[in-house]
């Protein structure tokens, strides 16, 4: 099986910064996709940023509008690791931030779920 163990919430007042981390172990061919989303009070749960595995070139990225310029999404393949690093925060960028991982097992690819981190930016 597979576990996602995120890290790095916390309490941050507007303007400072934060660290996600979310680490994937188990039964892992290969990993795809590996995001951040993130729920806030009463909204849906919303794809922060992304980070594609390719091939041929560098990883792919992508951000919500809302979030570009300010967070940063990377991975380390070795050891399974993705970060996003959250400088500049506002208020509403409160919320439980989820990992998410595409993996493929045996030829299967599923996507998991960390269990979330409470992020919270005070004004």
């Known amino acids: 099986q597979v576990q996602l163990v995120e890290s790095g919430g916390g309490l941050v007042q507007a303007g400072g910064s934060l660290r996600l981390s979310c680490a994937a172990s188990?039964?892992?061919?290969?990993?795809?996709?590996m995001g951040w989303y993130r729920q806030a009070p009463g909204k849906q749960r919303e794809l922060v940023a992304g980070?594609?595995?390719?091939?041929?070139?560098?990883?792919?990225?992508n951000y919500a509008d809302s979030v570009k310029g300010r967070f940063t999404i990377s991975r380390d393949g070795a050891s399974n690791t993705v970060y996003l690093q959250m400088n500049s925060m506002k208020p509403e960028d409160t919320g439980v931030y989820y990992c998410?991982?595409?993996?493929?097992?045996?030829?299967?690819?599923?996507?998991?779920w960390g269990q979330g981190t409470q992020v919270t930016v005070l004004s």
């Open positions: 980070i594609s595995r390719s091939d041929t070139s560098s990883d792919t990225t």
């Open positions: 188990g039964s892992i061919n290969s990993i795809n996709f």
């Open positions: 998410a991982a595409t993996i493929v097992n045996n030829r299967r690819a599923s996507t998991y």
